[in-house]
């Protein structure tokens, strides 16, 4: 009894001691505020005041106090019962398990926002590119399945990460990697996936995930595939001693959570937290752990991860890596590979584009705001612009630079497949109600 009134009284405290909604906030356009679609708008705090001071503020006081009251459940106490339910996946599209064509407008292709500030407008351009893409995509597909490189004399080489990426974007898309329309010969991409997985994965976590999260798009059984229980090469990889699945790689890590967050398994709190401490000063990631300077590409798919991980748009840190991404942005709108320091000098490319938009509009930022054109061209136009006629995206368009098409083509739809909504205001964080909801 005295240990109930006790928290009773810290949580009285508390929720006296939260600012009451719509005021105290700070304007700051480079903070995302928290969308509609935000699992539990709840937990967010707002402006400038919550998202770029140390984490030791609400998210920690939260996470300590919900799970003193819930009884010390070992769940986050950021999981709702509707994300128990899914099963924990994470959906990127954010279309949940509906997955809408791109020809469908109500998937809210990353687009343009609308003059009214509403919703965004959907975009035929976008559409027929993504179109355009699975067409081409269907051509590079091999006999067996897999999507791969070729030889000079046109035979192919299957890849198993290529070929997994494949499947996770197809799926992504509303494709069945798994269907006849990706079945060329009797074997299907996700057939073919299940084939190369094995030598592939081995024991890394960071390739174990890369296949889970494609396998559990795809509606397949991370647990069991190719003879493997992907879960379980991810989770015997994991530090406790650093929260890492991977010593020293970064993008390691991050794909061995997408795995587990895709196969209904939630990392430890430390996984989390090794994430968030590898932000580095100027606002990115860096591609390993021990990087003193940020890459647009690991940035692009922290964002992602990010976005999903937490469930909520007002993460710490979200500013400060949108702004990094501004600086990094080029004189055509796109970015290029890590820059030593912005402005960027090197060329932009489709994938390095592509990881920052997914990255930005993941976590609530409009690629086609004023803050990201570069000479009257916004972040999604130059992506656009590395589209060819056959539906291909290159990897720079200079002669002799196109290769890697197909790279570079999945990396822009999982781009493409992004929607969003317009920003709503954050609500702060109200103590009581959070823990009524973990407790229900």
Same mark, same amino acid.
């Given at each position: 009894?005295?240990?109930?009134?006790?928290?009773?009284?810290?949580?009285?405290?508390?929720?006296?001691?939260?600012? =009451?909604?719509?005021?105290?906030? $700070?304007?700051?356009?480079?903070?995302?505020?928290?969308?509609?679609?935000?699992?539990?708008?709840?937990?967010? /705090?707002?402006?400038?005041?919550?998202?770029?001071? =140390?984490?030791?503020?609400?998210?920690?006081?939260?996470?300590? !106090? !919900?799970?003193?009251?819930?009884?010390?459940?070992?769940?986050?106490?950021?999981?709702?019962?509707?994300?128990?339910?899914?099963?924990?996946?994470?959906?990127?599209?954010?279309?949940?398990?509906?997955?809408?064509?791109?020809?469908?407008?109500?998937?809210?292709?990353?687009?343009?926002?609308?003059?009214?500030? /509403?919703? &965004?407008?959907?975009? $035929?351009?976008?559409?027929?590119?993504?179109?355009? +893409?699975?067409?081409?995509?269907? %051509?590079?597909?091999?006999?067996?399945?897999?999507?791969?490189?070729?030889?000079?004399?046109?035979? +192919?080489?299957?890849?198993?990460?290529?070929?997994?990426?494949?499947?996770?974007?197809?799926?992504?898309?509303?494709?069945?990697?798994?269907?006849?329309?990706? $079945? &060329?010969?009797?074997?299907?991409?996700?057939?073919?996936?299940?084939?190369?997985? &094995?030598?592939?994965?081995? @024991?890394?976590?960071?390739?174990?995930?890369?296949?889970?999260?494609?396998?559990?798009?795809?509606?397949?059984? &991370?647990?069991?595939?190719?003879?493997?229980?992907? !879960?379980?090469?991810?989770?015997? %990889?994991?530090?406790?001693?650093?929260?890492?699945?991977?010593? *020293?790689?970064?993008?390691?890590? $991050?794909?061995?959570?997408?795995?587990?967050?895709? *196969?209904?398994?939630?990392? =430890?709190?430390?996984?989390?937290?090794?994430?968030?401490?590898a932000q580095l000063p100027d606002g990115g990631w860096f591609w390993s752990f021990d990087g003193d300077e940020s890459d647009v590409d690991s940035t692009g798919r922290v964002l992602q991860l990010?976005?999903?991980?937490?469930?909520?748009?007002?993460?710490?840190?979200?500013?400060?890596?949108?702004?990094?991404? +501004?600086? +990094?942005?080029?004189?055509?709108? /796109?970015? /290029?590979?890590?820059?030593?320091?912005?402005? @960027?000098?090197? =060329?932009?490319?489709?994938?390095s584009t592509a990881l920052a938009v997914a990255g930005l509009v993941a976590v609530g930022y409009d690629p086609a705001a004023p803050r990201f054109q570069k000479n009257g061209r916004g972040a999604?136009?130059?992506?656009?612009?590395?589209?060819?006629?056959?539906?291909?995206? !290159?990897?720079?368009?200079?002669?002799?630079?196109?290769?890697?098409?197909?790279?570079?083509?999945?990396? *822009?739809? @999982?781009?493409?497949?992004?929607?969003?909504?317009?920003?709503?205001?954050?609500?702060?964080?109200?103590?009581?109600?959070?823990?009524?909801?973990?407790?229900?």
């Amino acid at each position: 009894m005295k240990r109930f009134s006790a928290l009773l009284a810290i949580l009285l405290l508390l929720s006296l001691a939260v600012v =009451p909604a719509g005021r105290g906030a $700070t304007a700051d356009e480079n903070i995302p505020r928290c969308s509609d679609r935000s699992p539990d708008r709840a937990r967010c /705090g707002q402006g400038s005041s919550v998202a770029d001071r =140390p984490q030791q503020t609400e998210r920690a006081i939260f996470r300590t !106090v !919900v799970h003193a009251a819930a009884g010390a459940s070992a769940r986050p106490p950021c999981v709702t019962a509707h994300e128990k339910q899914a099963g924990w996946i994470r959906g990127f599209s954010r279309f949940g398990d509906q997955r809408q064509k791109p020809a469908d407008p109500e998937g809210g292709f990353a687009q343009p926002r609308d003059q009214s500030g /509403g919703r &965004p407008v959907f975009g $035929t351009d976008t559409a027929e590119a993504i179109q355009r +893409a699975i067409a081409w995509l269907h %051509a590079q597909q091999a006999a067996d399945g897999s999507f791969g490189f070729r030889r000079p004399d046109g035979s +192919a080489i299957p890849s198993a990460s290529i070929t997994a990426d494949a499947v996770y974007v197809l799926a992504l898309l509303g494709e069945n990697p798994a269907g006849a329309a990706w $079945t &060329p010969a009797g074997r299907s991409a996700l057939d073919a996936l299940a084939t190369l997985a &094995p030598t592939y994965v081995y @024991n890394d976590a960071g390739q174990a995930g890369k296949v889970a999260r494609a396998v559990a798009r795809a509606g397949g059984d &991370p647990r069991a595939f190719g003879g493997l229980d992907l !879960v379980g090469v991810i989770q015997a %990889a994991y530090d406790g001693a650093t929260g890492r699945y991977h010593p *020293a790689l970064l993008y390691r890590h $991050t794909l061995a959570v997408e795995g587990l967050l895709a *196969a209904g398994a939630p990392p =430890p709190q430390a996984a989390l937290d090794a994430l968030l401490q590898a932000q580095l000063p100027d606002g990115g990631w860096f591609w390993s752990f021990d990087g003193d300077e940020s890459d647009v590409d690991s940035t692009g798919r922290v964002l992602q991860l990010l976005a999903g991980l937490l469930g909520w748009q007002c993460a710490p840190g979200y500013g400060r890596a949108a702004s990094y991404l +501004a600086a +990094a942005q080029t004189a055509t709108g /796109g970015w /290029g590979v890590y820059p030593p320091e912005p402005p @960027n000098p090197n =060329p932009a490319n489709a994938n390095s584009t592509a990881l920052a938009v997914a990255g930005l509009v993941a976590v609530g930022y409009d690629p086609a705001a004023p803050r990201f054109q570069k000479n009257g061209r916004g972040a999604l136009a130059s992506l656009l612009a590395f589209q060819e006629a056959s539906g291909a995206f !290159v990897y720079i368009r200079q002669p002799g630079l196109e290769e890697n098409r197909l790279m570079a083509t999945i990396d *822009a739809l @999982n781009a493409l497949a992004q929607p969003m909504t317009a920003p709503s205001a954050c609500r702060p964080l109200y103590l009581p109600l959070l823990i009524a909801r973990q407790s229900s």
